[in-house]
């Protein structure tokens, strides 16, 4: 099906760009990490130039299907983290009524003469592209997830051979061999091998594999990092709402069920506990749902393991929240008179999740001017306000809240860098607030104890 669309797409070249046919891959070697609930992608690429003159535009062709499902990219000369190529999405017009079929990467490599060969790897991460297989399972059967994927190397450019290793995987079967092309089961992989293929030629891949793990997703994380000045804190507090995307159960839930299989779901689709990360050297930790402090928690210095107080079955969502304090120092720095940078991570995060909604805002003290936000990633979107919260006077605390959807858990690497001023007089505005308050409040009992004893005095 969807490699007829294809052919019907290069016939009909108005919706579709063709790139020119100025490389042929050498070798493509795919590599497909299907441990986590989203998938990584590294593609190792092998490319020779076979125009007349030299080339430096590659175009990398993604099936429209994964597409919209990318969440991340990173493009490098060979295999050297620190040689980036510039890169840029090609989006083909979606005219035709099932839409665009393939969609590219531009990537600019630095010239390559005539019969010369270049390496390059695309890694890209692609989420909700798992789904389990049956939809829902008994609470002790294991579950199997689907990769819907495809098999041979879908290039723009012919290619002479590509190489698809599928890895984490266990028990793996294919449900269509109809192609003829057969994987071969290595002890952590499962390897196909093809030649000769033609530019946009594909065949589809579904693949069923055990997968003894929950597949937790947030849906919504709200993240807010308070800077304080005075207290030399960084005060993290995150608001999650999240889903186990793992099968669901046949016949609805029993506590009955549950209590004589609890070895057994222990490593099973329910998710029973959750690992979040936190900043090293975190203090003041702590873990909240709806009905309020949930115990069955253990913070490490980096790291808090919280167990819900249900099982999360396939199907479930669950909110909660955790908070955490680091000291100040190691993220902030005074950059100039009354003028400093706090950078912060972008996310820390539960490992191996993705995110669909995530909003980012730091507050910074009562009185602080942004003079500039810089984001690794680049935000949906970005607003500046004011918060107030407890003893704040005037407009409160400056907000900058970012906006991202489609993130993993692996850009808690990247960070985001607040620039601001804060002069002694604000940094003073708030301890007077204080003390004007204590003042006052000291007077009303000053006032309310000579009450007390005139009324005493009275009896
Ligand atoms: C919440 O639970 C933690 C973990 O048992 C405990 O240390 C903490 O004192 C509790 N906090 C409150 C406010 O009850
Ligand atoms: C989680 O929070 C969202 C937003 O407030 C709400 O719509 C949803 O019902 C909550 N889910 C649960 C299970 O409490």
New binding site residues.
Partial sequence: MRLLTLLLCIVSTVVCFVPPQTWENVVVSRAVDLSKSYVLEEYALQVRNIDSKPNGVYYFAVPNFMYEKISTVSVIQGKDAFKPLEYEFVEQSSDSANGPVVNYIKIQTPPVAPKSTLLVTVVLTVTNVLEPLPAKIGITEQQSLLFSSFKKSLSAYHTKKSLLKLKGITEAKELNEADGIKGEATSKALVYEMEDISPFESSPLSLLYRHLKPLMKVNKLKRGIWVSHWGDSLQFVEEYQTTNEAAGLESGFSRADYMMNKEIVTSSHAALALELEMEDGAFDV?YTDLVG???T?LALSDKIFIRPRFPIYGGWHYNFTVGWTNKLGNYLKKVGDDEYTVKVPLLNGIPGTSLDDVEVSVYLPEGSQVVGVESDIPPESEEVGYELSYFDLGNGHTRVTLHYSNLIDSVKQLSILVKYKYGFREFMTKPLNVAKYVFIALLAYLALSKVDITLKAKK
């Fill in positions: 702590y402090n949930v115990s928690s």
